[in-house]
């Protein structure tokens, strides 16, 4: 069993950056992919980046340029990087991981059902991004 905590969510201005972090608890594997992903109010959950066990990295067109995902295994810690924030950017952000050596970041982060997907969530972190 993996649990995921988000945090480092808040409120900035457009143009403002935030960092956010998940730290995940408990089992470790070596196959896996994480994600990030985002779900406005009356809006579908849908994929920001992901990151694979081979450190493979891809991104929403909507934020390519903008936001990083990187890792820290020795922290066991997932981190999402977002620059150049946009109030469409506003949302909660959830960090998801599945554990399966058959994914792949380039993939997963287009899926279009990612509750049946991903089997680990947090429980996520709100952006609000003002204009």
């Known amino acids: 069993q993996v649990q995921l905590v988000e945090s480092g969510g808040g409120s900035v201005q457009s143009g403002g950056s935030l960092r956010l972090s998940c730290a995940a608890f408990g089992d470790s594997y070596s196959s896996y992919c994480m994600g990030w992903f985002r779900q406005a109010p009356g809006k579908e959950r849908e994929g920001v980046a992901a990151?694979?066990?081979?450190?493979?990295?891809s991104y929403a067109d909507s934020v390519k340029g903008r936001f990083t995902i990187s890792q820290d295994n020795a922290k066991n810690t997932l981190y999402l990087q977002m620059n150049s924030l946009k109030p469409e950017d506003t949302a909660m952000y959830y960090c998801a991981a599945v554990f399966s050596p058959f994914c792949y970041a380039n993939t997963i982060v287009a899926v279009t059902t990612p509750d049946r997907t991903f089997g680990y969530w947090g429980q996520g972190t709100q952006v609000t991004v003002s204009s």
């Open positions: 990151i694979d066990s081979d450190g493979s990295t």
